[in-house]
């Protein structure tokens, strides 16, 4: 074990002896260990080594070629929560694995889930994962047209890196996921904008569109959602670097 920890700090791991701890529980000889430490010293997501991640207290299936789900993503999930209310019926746009969704169904009971993604790799992934059903395509036009008005979760952890900084980002990243998951425009905003725009229609009078930002995104993020007739409201946590953007749809009157 402590060999396997030298081999990947060595490789630039950060916390090597965990890492280490799980890739031993993971191979199933030593032949399957070598192989897994291989790729992980090579610089392969963790994630994609493994074949899971955890995320909000479940295992998700990550295959290679699939955004990897994010910690600082559990706070969205946590918000999301919050105001899910009973049988809420939930949308997990741009899904990636699924985590998103999963976990919301997991903690809320009677949710009503529905998943969608662009990449039919993501989509063959989340199937694995969500506890409904997964659709193919690009964001609304994926799902199914009797959910216009009736959707109370609108999770859309959209891709929001702008162009120029994806050359910045870590290579785990930048090398292994898949563009279509981080390139966000020239701002970082044009996905978000789009979910935006057509959110209102889809939402149910008081539902909730959530997505994930950055911080110096957050006040651009926040007047499209209030040019889309949407409430806005920005939620941090310092502990997981992470800001939320909710848009709430208005009550008919």
Known sequence: ???????LRAAGCVFAEEEAALLVAAAGNEAGLDALVARR??????????????FH?????????VFVPRRRTEFLVAQAIQVAGPAPVVVDL???????????????????????????????CARRNVP???????????????????????????????????ATMPPEARLYEPRTALHGG????????RVAAA????????????????EHQAPAATGIFARAGLTPAVTTSEDLGATVLRGTSRVNE
């Open 186 to 193: 020239d701002d970082g905003l044009d996905v978000l904008r």
């Open 41 to 54: 010293a090579g610089g392969e997501p963790l994630e994609y080594v493994l074949g899971w991640a955890e």
């Open 1 to 7: 074990m402590e060999e396997i920890a030298a081999l």
């Open 199 to 214: 959110a209102p229609a889809w939402l149910a009078p008081g539902g909730h569109l959530f997505v994930e930002t950055s």
């Open 57 to 65: 207290g479940l295992r998700i299936a990550v295959e290679p070629g």
């Open 132 to 166: 409904g059903r997964v659709f193919e395509g690009d964001l609304f036009s994926a799902l199914p047209r009797e959910l216009r008005g009736r959707v109370t979760l609108l999770l859309a952890n959209v891709p929001y890196v702008p162009a120029d900084a994806i």
């Open 94 to 124: 741009c899904c990636g694995t699924g985590a998103i969704g999963a976990a919301v169904a997991a903690a809320v009971p009677g949710a009503e889930l529905y998943a969608a993604d662009i990449d039919p790799a993501a989509v063959r």
